[in-house]
């Protein structure tokens, strides 16, 4: 089963504009994740951010988690084309498993017009 | 280097027919991990290996799907008398060790099954 759900559920932004993608979760976590997909290919992992940090950098990605409300936020800032894909938070949940069990979101899918 | 390898990239069976997905993750990883991913939903769990141990096998749907890997390298998801349900993308995922939670998979391309 799906750990929560995402929004919004599509995005439809212009070439240059920030993105901003959100997770709900259920249960405690260790850690959050995000992938991104394109279509047809697997998935790609972008950043993880682990349940005691608040917020996390890497290029061009801004992560934020907030575990007293059980939810993350993705943004791309100055989005080009190429971000085009879906992209899912995914989930490893406090007092699970030791091998990095996911559970997965249903998706964002972000359209980024050139 | 190489990434995950999955095969056939797409398999189109006849309801009641037997089916065998390869997985080929990238050498040296211990941990490996089966999904099923439906039309426009997000990958769901199916089981994990950690070399050649099948540790969780939780997420099969049903006790017509089987998964093996027997040299802890390989690996092959069978799914037997295939029913329209079981049309999805099967993805496959490796990580290096065991054992800690904060790692990242590494995904193949999946394969896509329709079952007519």
């Known amino acids: 089963s799906q750990q929560g759900e995402e929004d919004p559920q599509a995005l439809s932004i212009q070439e240059g504009e920030n993105a901003t993608m959100n997770c709900s979760y259920k249960?405690?976590?260790?850690?959050l994740q995000w992938y991104r997909q394109n279509s047809g290919r697997g998935l790609v992992h972008l950043i993880l951010?682990?349940?005691?940090?608040r917020e996390k950098h890497s290029g061009r990605l801004r992560v934020t988690l907030d575990t007293s409300k059980k939810s993350s936020s993705l943004l791309i800032t100055a989005s080009r084309a190429a971000d085009t894909a879906s992209y899912f938070c995914a989930t490893h949940n406090a007092g699970g498993t030791s091998y990095g069990k996911l559970t997965f979101g249903q998706g964002t899918i972000l359209t980024v017009h050139p | 280097g190489a990434g995950v390898s999955q095969s056939p990239r797409y398999k189109v069976a006849k309801r009641g027919q037997d089916v065998a997905l390869r997985c080929d993750p990238i050498s040296g990883h211990v941990s490996l991990f089966w999904y099923q991913q439906a039309l426009g939903q997000g990958p769901e769990f199916l089981t994990y290996?950690?070399?050649?141990?099948?540790?969780?096998k939780s997420g099969l749907p049903s006790d017509r799907f089987f998964a093996e890997r027997p040299e802890g390298s390989v690996s092959t998801l069978k799914i037997q008398r295939t029913q329209q349900e079981d049309s999805a993308v099967y993805l496959c995922?490796?990580?290096?060790?065991?054992?800690?939670?904060?790692?990242?998979?590494?995904f193949g391309d999946g394969t896509r099954l329709s079952i007519l």
């Open positions: 290996f950690q070399n050649e141990a099948q540790l969780d």
């Open positions: 249960t405690s976590i260790n850690n």
């Open positions: 995922a490796s990580s290096p060790w065991t054992g800690s939670v904060y790692q990242p998979q590494h």
């Open positions: 951010i682990r349940s005691n940090e």
